[in-house]
Structures are given as C-alpha cells and as structure tokens.
C-alpha cells in the first residue's frame, strides 16, 4: 500500500460524500490497488455508517471503517483514524475538504519519485461553506518557491521557522500535508495532548524533530471549507492555538533553543491587530488572567502589551467608538 487516507468524521455525511467522490475520481487506474481510505466515525448519527457501507460493497478502492461505541471527542477521532492506516504514507484529511484538480496526479508524481521527503506539505485554498474560492493561502512567505528543508540542519529549521507566515506552515491544517506513516506507527501516543484539539501534532513535530526532510510544495492542492469550524472562531479558538503550541513547546521542544523560534510564529497568525481586538472584546479577568500570561509566552514582551493595553484604553477612539460597541455587540460587561 502506498497511500493511506484517513479520516477524521462526525455527523457531516454530506461533506463527507463530496470529499470522498472526488478522491475516488482523482485517484490513476495504475494505483487503485495502492490507496486506501480509513474512516474514523465519532458515532454519526446522519447516516455516515449506511453511507459507508453502501460505498465499501461497490468501491474498487480498499475502504476502512471504524465507528466508535461513543463520541470520544475530536481528539481521539484523529488519533484513531491516523493508527488505522498502513500505507507507507498518510494523508489525514478532514471530512469538509476537497480535493482541488490535479491534486492527485501531483502527489503520485512525488510520492513514487525519489525519496527525497518525509514529509509533504502543500498550500490551500480558503473557500466558502459552498466550497466557492475567497483566497489562496500560503502557508510561507510567498516569494518562497517550492523547495526541501532538512532538519537535520539547525539553521534549516530556524530557517523554515522564520518563513512561516501561519501555523499551517507548522501542521496546523490537518489536510495540508502527507506524512510517512512510520511518524505514527514507531511512536506511542502522548494522552496529554488530549483536550488541545492538535493531538495530531504530538507524532507530526516529533517527527520532523528527528531530522527530517520536509517539502514545501507551493501549489494549491485542497479547497478548505471555511464557516463550519468545530473548534470555534475569534477569541476562543485564539485560546486553542496558545495553549495547544505552547504545550508542544514544553513537551516536545522542552529547552532547545529553536522551541523559540516555533513559538513565535504565533505572533504572525495573531498580529498586534488581532490582540487589539481581543483586548477591546475580553473582560479585565480574561486578558490579565488568562490571555496575557499566554503572549508572554509566546515572545509578547510587557511593553509590547502595554501599548495595547493603551490603545484599547484610549477614550478618543477605542474605547468610545470601538470597545463599547463591541461589548454592547457581544453584550459583554467590562
């Protein structure tokens, strides 16, 4: 087996299907025989197992179904859907994604070429809840051209680092990559990493720890589904991406020196913009008590906060115009 493509799902039948009909589509005759699809369903409710099981009596492609006694969570929904695979590579895909045209005929040209990769990640497309384009999406600076970076390389890696423009550069976008399955077969789960909603990174950073070769490919290969985020938007799913990077920092990082340089593409995915606004819309508590401690962590230095803090304070413009609007908004007490 060459490919395994595993997905995560849970009561999106209708994504689901989509998803599935275009990578069975896409797939050359020449490797029907060395695909497989493993399905990991959190105990769907709207019809994912009769879907499944009518697809696995008429495809010619090797489908896997796990349906789990109960909802165990995303989290676990990932973890068990990459165990199920035993192609020499994994590609975990979200059930709302889609492949964009082409895709596969580039991926096959690469995954039956030299081994060059270890890991294979490619940019996306943003598109609507109807998967119509808004933006393509690059995950490193865009003047960035296809190319190999090799961990094993200290300055390689802070250098890849620095070029990240968006945690997708770090894996955060499930679909955005294909990975040798080794990754996850030669390792033994981390159970803290449950709750983060990036358990899925434990065996991804890990893995490129151990000196890998990662490939940036600078094309658009997957329409992602924007909208229908399971994991919240704004200020919360801001909470998720702290706490979920900074653990992979003090666990699989722990005191190298390029946990630094991970960290801080953190400030690229949340500009001092985007903190105005958190602290325009969050309580007193919220900010000091749980935001701050975070961004300091995440090379935020006081000084950099204080001008938020006064900013936000300022009665000319933002508080007046723009935080008590908001609060009223949202109905949020200061």
């Known amino acids: 087996m060459l490919l395994s493509i595993c997905i995560p799902t849970y009561n999106r039948q209708k994504y689901l299907q989509e998803a599935i009909s275009e990578?069975?589509?896409?797939?050359?005759?020449?490797?029907?025989?060395?695909?497989?699809?493993?399905?990991?369903?959190?105990?769907?409710?709207d019809g994912t197992?009769?879907?499944?099981?009518?697809?696995?009596s008429s495809s010619i492609i090797s489908i896997k179904y796990l349906k789990n006694e109960k909802n165990l969570g995303p989290d676990w929904n990932f973890i068990k859907a990459m165990?199920?695979?035993?192609?020499?590579?994994?590609?975990?895909?979200?059930?709302?994604?889609?492949?964009?045209?082409?895709?596969?005929?580039?991926?096959?040209?690469?995954?039956?070429?030299?081994?060059?990769?270890?890991?294979?990640?490619?940019?996306?497309?943003?598109?609507?809840?109807?998967?119509?384009?808004?933006?393509?999406?690059?995950?490193?600076?865009?003047?960035?051209?296809?190319?190999?970076?090799?961990?094993?390389?200290?300055?390689?890696?802070?250098?890849?680092?620095?070029?990240?423009r968006t945690l997708g550069g770090v894996f955060s976008f499930i679909s955005g990559y294909i990975y040798k399955t080794e990754a996850v077969s030669e390792r033994r789960f981390d159970e803290s990493f449950i709750g983060t909603a990036y358990s899925f990174l434990f065996y991804i950073i890990n893995y490129i720890r151990e000196?890998?070769?990662?490939?940036?490919?600078?094309?658009?290969?997957?329409?992602?589904?924007?909208?229908?985020?399971?994991?919240?938007?704004?200020?919360?799913?801001?909470?998720?991406?702290?706490?979920?990077?900074?653990?992979?920092?003090?666990?699989?990082?722990?005191?190298?020196?390029e946990?630094?340089?991970?960290?801080?593409?953190?400030?690229?995915?949340?500009?001092?913009?985007?903190?105005l606004y958190f602290y325009c819309i969050s309580t007193i508590r919220e900010w000091e008590d749980i935001l701050k401690p975070l961004l300091l962590k995440c090379n935020w230095t006081n000084t950099e906060l204080e001008i938020i803090e006064k900013i936000g304070n300022s009665p000319n413009w933002y508080q007046s115009r723009l935080k008590q609007r908001i609060r009223k908004l949202l109905g949020r007490e200061s």
């Not at 990578?23 to 409710?45: A, G």
């Not at 197992?49 to 696995?56: D, N, T, V």
């Not at 294979?120 to 109807?130: E, M």
């Not at 946990?259 to 903190?275: A, T």
Request: negative net charge.
């Open 211 to 257: 000196k890998k070769r990662v490939l940036y490919l600078k094309d658009h290969l997957i329409l992602c589904r924007t909208g229908n985020d399971s994991h919240g938007v704004g200020f919360n799913r801001a909470l998720l991406d702290y706490k979920g990077y900074l653990l992979i920092k003090e666990v699989i990082y722990k005191n190298a020196p």
């Open 49 to 56: 197992r009769e879907y499944i099981e009518q697809l696995i």
């Open 259 to 275: 946990g630094l340089d991970f960290i801080s593409i953190l400030k690229y995915e949340r500009p001092f913009s985007n903190l």
């Open 83 to 164: 165990q199920m695979a035993t192609g020499k590579f994994s590609w975990l895909m979200g059930d709302d994604d889609v492949l964009a045209e082409n895709a596969m005929t580039q991926i096959f040209a690469l995954l039956t070429g030299p081994d060059i990769f270890d890991i294979l990640l490619f940019n996306r497309v943003d598109c609507d809840i109807n998967l119509k384009p808004i933006i393509n999406r690059f995950y490193l600076r865009e003047d960035i051209d296809t190319q190999i970076f090799d961990f094993s390389d200290h300055l390689q890696e802070c250098y890849y680092y620095s070029l990240c």
């Open 23 to 45: 990578i069975l589509r896409q797939i050359p005759k020449n490797f029907i025989n060395e695909v497989e699809i493993c399905i990991s369903d959190n105990d769907s409710s």
